[in-house]
């Protein structure tokens, strides 16, 4: 679990910009490649849906940690227990993992 990945990657940013319609919305920008472009309501649905990852990466590296640390957990036996914490997670809040997260209107 030290892997760095983001050390490989190109950056990732975002920019604000409006239509000629005057419309406002979102450019995510990897690299200097634009990739996608929001409406404003789109770019907050991902926000949220960013925190909430967020959130979720934190709980799977504490329980892995924890299993490791606190219980003596082998690398198989502590994915195998966050295995079954996002099971319990989506039973008790109908929400996935975090990269499983799709956003309602990108569902189709």
Known sequence: MNDKPEDNLPPMWHQSGVNSAGEPFIQLIL???VIAQQS????REHALAMLATAEAAEQDAFLVQWAKTR??????A???LLQEFR????EQTGK????EVIPPRAKR
């Open 31 to 33: 690299a200097d490649k």
């Open 40 to 43: 404003v309501e789109q770019a």
């Open 71 to 76: 219980l003596g957990a082998d690398e198989h």
């Open 78 to 80: 502590a994915v195998m």
């Open 87 to 90: 099971n319990w997670r989506v």
């Open 96 to 99: 996935r993992s975090g990269q």
